[in-house]
């Protein structure tokens, strides 16, 4: 066939709109205008595009192109071009030996409309490309499965970390802990040599410096110092050595995103992490989801849902984990499930986890007591709203140093590993710490126990 003649095939318009169900391809140009308006001819597999706006109109499409091989490249490219529309190949032997649909319609005496049911009666549709079939390999080991470890020993036990590939979801009422939880955590990454990219609208530079400063420090890092002319007393880094050998540190494994001067886009804050992901980062908190700028209206629950949807694919595309703070939907309800949340309910649904952050009021701790006679009511409840792989409503109760900005299982007081001087182990800070190096990075088995031990319940 001459290069003119090509180019003039290639160029055979294709019909306006869909009349029936199924489109046809064909490679022969007299074959497409035998079968009239629901034909179209292709000149070669790769051409396909050509035409490709024209054929998703339509429920499916059936390839007539007697050539096996041609017939199952030309449906391969239009795969390529749509994972889901269906698409059916004419078997060889329901040609009956004719070389194209015009002799077929010949040979068999058959209308166009009654050809194309006769070829597509018993087609082969080829598998859609959006599926995959079981695969054993592809199987997870949840106890070998890498992530951080959060620092409150029970919380770990109970979740398993904080996995890479996952998205986790911190919710409570404002004042509850969201922030000093999560700062917790990024602080024991970075005892873990883990690399950490913080997001927060809602403080100051100095702000967040000063608070994690004085929780990196601890309970016997700070000492308390009180504020000229109202007698409020504040806890203050003890010392100018003691801030250097934190400063050296959290330097070297934490990045803030800086919103002081300017209010930050979801897309602004994606390109943002990728950038850390290329630079080794692997834990990623976003406090809050509602500080970034997206629209409002009707729409605005709608895209909030989109936001940690996103993000769940790309914490699963580059193995990180990410961590989204969010309110509830009234500031003095507890969330006691995922509708309670600020926002589309779905954000919760695309989470991997759903923590319920919970500080006990004054009159809850003293009926708990009164209920409990000789017993201590914990500060704070974290309940599992919703978990890949531990019980979901599982609750851990926690107990919160002040001094120290530090949450802590009874018997289980954090430390990290700045803490533990080099030769005598005794804290730079004073802190009664024993960090084992054992605990770096995320020890494998360490879900392995996560069933076993029994939850210590409390109601308040």
């Known amino acids: 066939m001459s290069e003119e003649k090509n180019e003039k095939l290639t160029s055979y318009e294709a019909p306006k709109s869909p009349r029936h169900d199924s489109a046809v391809i064909t490679n022969s140009e007299d074959d497409a205008k035998a079968l009239h308006m629901d034909a179209v001819y292709v000149s070669a597999p790769e051409a396909i595009d050509t035409h490709y706006a024209y054929f998703k109109e339509y429920t499916e499409v059936l390839v007539a192109i007697p050539d096996p091989d041609t017939a199952s490249q030309t449906a391969i490219c239009l795969r390529a071009l749509d994972k889901h529309l269906p698409i059916a190949i004419v ?91 999560s700062g917790q955590f990024v602080l024991s990454a970075a005892s873990q040599e883990i690399k950490s990219c913080v997001f927060n609208g809602e403080i100051s530079r100095a702000q967040q410096n000063t608070w994690l400063f004085g929780q990196a420090a601890g309970k016997d890092g700070v000492e308390w110092v009180e504020q000229a002319g109202t007698g409020k007393k504040f806890p203050v880094v003890k010392d100018d050595k003691l801030k250097a050998i934190i400063q050296e540190k959290l330097t070297e494994y934490i990045d803030f995103i800086d919103c002081d001067n300017e209010i930050i886009s979801f897309e602004d804050l994606m390109r ?147 803490e533990v001087g080099p030769d005598d182990g005794v804290a730079a800070n004073g802190n009664a710490c024993n960090f084992n190096d054992d605990d770096l990075p995320f020890p494998v088995g360490e879900q392995a126990s996560i069933f076993e031990e029994p939850a210590r319940s409390q109601s308040a």
């Open 272 to 418: 943002c992490f990728y950038t850390h992901v290329k630079q080794g980062y692997k834990f990623f908190v976003v406090d809050n989801v509602m500080a970034l700028t997206i629209g409002a209206g009707d729409n605005e629950y709608s895209e909030q849902a989109d936001i940690i949807y996103k993000m769940v694919r790309f914490a699963e595309k580059w193995n990180v984990h990410i961590l989204v703070l969010a309110h509830p939907k009234k500031s003095d309800n507890e969330i006691k499930g995922l509708n309670d949340i600020y926002g589309a309910s779905k954000m919760g649904n695309w989470a991997h986890e759903v923590l319920a952050i919970h500080k006990f009021s004054p009159e809850e701790k003293e009926k708990y007591e009164k209920a409990n006679p000789g017993k201590r009511s914990s500060d704070t409840r974290i309940r599992i709203l919703k978990s890949r792989v531990a019980p979901t409503d599982e609750a851990v109760y926690l107990n919160f140093d002040k001094a120290g900005r530090r949450f802590y299982a009874e018997g289980e007081y954090p430390c990290f590993s700045w």
């Open 91 to 181: 078997k060889k032997d329901a040609w009956k030996g004719a070389a194209s649909v015009q002799d077929f319609m010949k040979s068999q005496n058959l209308s166009p409309t009654k050809a194309v049911e006769a070829l597509g009666e018993d087609a082969e549709y080829i598998p859609d490309g959006g599926c995959y079939r079981p695969d054993g390999d592809e199987c997870i080991d949840l106890s070998k499965q890498n992530g951080i470890l959060t620092g409150i020993s029970s919380l770990d036990r109970t979740m398993g970390g904080l996995r890479y590939g996952e998205v986790s979801m911190g919710v409570g009422c404002s004042g509850h802990g969201k922030s000093t939880m």
